[in-house]
């Protein structure tokens, strides 16, 4: 089983450049998560969405744009790179309707803008 | 809305003693799960184990177990005699039935002494 695939697993970007971050998941699951994560601040919420068709700002959206392409497919658009989303980004998905329901997370994607 | 707060920036442990990393959280959804990831420093996030607002026992998984006091809202990680691949970052999360976001602590780097 693949689980969650993110693509692409580095990518450096220069200010301005656009990009989207892919995720994929083939368990099957409602909810999907991207985070981006830098040192010292955990794991941080950028958009979710709860099923599809839905989507919802997180704790840090500006600067990103998502889309719930499908149940599987869940992408992560940044329109015009600055320095300051240089990070790690993650995306999850997880079973909807039960808390007891873990969240599995792709392998990350290393992102530099320079 | 809710938080995780995690105090322990960072904790060492003597290999095979018991160690514990806290987590406070605040939510005012009555219907909530906790969970535990641990990331090894290759960076990909492994689900540990959870805890549901009503369970009535404190949850067990292996070495792991959930210390949780609801009046307090804390829900500690216990990790009984440490190895050294137990050296990681941990973090801890909370889901709620009504959001469905899944909320991360900024995590506790620890650190396993032979």
């Known amino acids: 089983n693949a689980g969650v695939t993110q693509t692409p697993k580095f990518q450096v970007l220069k200010t301005g450049q656009s990009m989207t971050l892919q995720c994929a998941q083939d368990m099957n699951h409602n909810s999907m998560y991207w985070y981006r994560q830098d040192p010292g601040m955990g794991l941080r919420l950028i958009y979710y969405?709860?099923?599809?068709?839905?989507?919802d700002k997180g704790e840090v959206p500006n600067g990103y744009n998502v889309s719930r392409l499908n149940k599987r497919e869940f992408s992560l658009r940044l329109e015009s790179a600055a320095p300051s989303q240089t990070s790690v980004y993650f995306c999850a998905s997880r079973a909807k309707g039960r808390l007891n329901t873990e969240a599995f997370f792709g392998q990350g994607t290393r992102l530099t803008v320079v | 809305a809710q938080k995780i707060t995690q105090t322990q920036p960072g904790m060492f442990v003597q290999e095979k003693e018991a160690v514990t990393l806290d987590c406070t959280y605040d939510t005012s959804d009555q219907s909530y799960g906790l969970f535990w990831y641990k990331q090894p420093s290759s960076g990909e996030m492994i689900f540990l184990i959870y805890q549901g607002s009503y369970d009535e026992q404190n949850a067990t998984e292996g070495r792991y177990s959930l210390n949780f006091q609801k009046a307090r809202k804390s829900a500690n990680l216990v990790i009984s005699a440490s190895q050294l691949g137990d050296s990681a970052m941990y973090f801890c999360?909370?889901?709620?039935?009504?959001?469905?976001?899944?909320?991360f602590g900024k995590g506790t780097k620890l650190s396993v002494i032979p």
């Open positions: 969405s709860a099923s599809e068709g839905t989507t």
């Open positions: 999360a909370m889901s709620t039935i009504l959001s469905y976001q899944l909320t």
